[in-house]
T-cell receptor, first 115, second 113 residues
Framework: GAVVSQHPSRVICKSGTSVKIECRSLDFQATTMFWYRQFPKQSLMLMATSNEGSKATYEQGVEKDKFLINHASLTLSTLTVTSAHPEDSSFYIC???????????FGPGTRLTVL | DQQVKQNSPSLSVQEGRISILNCDYT??????FLWYKKYPAEGPTFLIS?????DKNEDGRFTVFLNKSAKHLSLHIVPSQPGDSAVYFCAASVTSSGSRLTFGEGTQLTVNP
């Protein structure tokens, strides 16, 4: 149980375009979903927390207009990187937690490369 | 301000021996701690957790110890296996904050056959 999927696993895009990443909880209802990014050889940095049906809470320094998060259902959250630039290239990982546990279960991650 | 620190970036052990990964934290409000294992280009996999009301939690080969007075936790893996080679992250949260996790920097464990 507690499987979280992400799509796509890898995406390459041109500078200035927007990219949408999906995060799904496959076998449980995720009341809260989290989005992280990880640069090489660094820890996971929380970008934002989203609860189903409400606006995401962004961490300090994360531009909410650049990283659009939608958590429209208990099994799906999306992260849209708008007007992507090469410095947005990173590994983006989502996680989800349900109503009966504080444990976060992570998706496999999405490698974004902006040319 | 790094509230969760893993001071050893890497650890190498022999197969069959014990691996001990350490983690320190500074925020006394943390009351829930987790260990995750991560392979390159994959998301972290949950291993084991411990609540601050306990000082030990065991699951198979994995045991987590919590010393609240020292603000220190450790993960013991015994016996270590080559498949355990990965980056291990410790994470901490304040449960009343809605599961928001703070991660350490990670420790690369290499288990040699």
């Amino acid at each position: 149980g507690a499987v979280v999927s992400q799509h796509p696993s890898r995406v390459i895009c041109k500078s200035g375009t927007s990219v949408k990443i999906e995060c799904r909880s496959l076998d449980f209802q995720a009341t809260t979903m989290f989005w992280y990014r990880q640069f090489p050889k660094q820890s996971l940095m929380l970008m934002a927390t989203s609860n189903e049906g409400s606006k995401a809470t962004y961490e300090q320094g994360v531009e909410k207009d650049k990283f659009l998060i939608n958590h429209a259902s208990l099994t799906l959250s999306t992260l849209t990187v708008t007007s992507a630039h090469p410095e947005d290239s990173s590994f983006y990982i989502c996680s989800a937690s349900g109503t009966d546990t504080d444990t976060q279960y992570f998706g496999p991650g999405t490698r974004l490369t902006v040319l | 301000d790094q509230q969760v620190k893993q001071n050893s970036p890497s650890l190498s052990v022999q197969e069959g021996r014990i691996s001990i990964l350490n983690c320190d934290y500074t925020n006394s409000m943390f009351d829930y701690f987790l260990w995750y294992k991560k392979y390159p280009a994959e998301g972290p996999t949950f291993l084991i957790s411990i609540s601050s009301i306990k000082d030990k939690n065991e699951d198979g080969r994995f045991t987590v110890f919590l010393n609240k007075s020292a603000k220190h936790l450790s993960l013991h893996i015994v016996p270590s296996q080559p498949g355990d080679s990965a980056v291990y992250f410790c994470a901490a949260s304040v449960t009343s904050s809605g599961s928001r996790l703070t991660f350490g920097e990670g420790t690369q464990l290499t288990v040699n056959p």
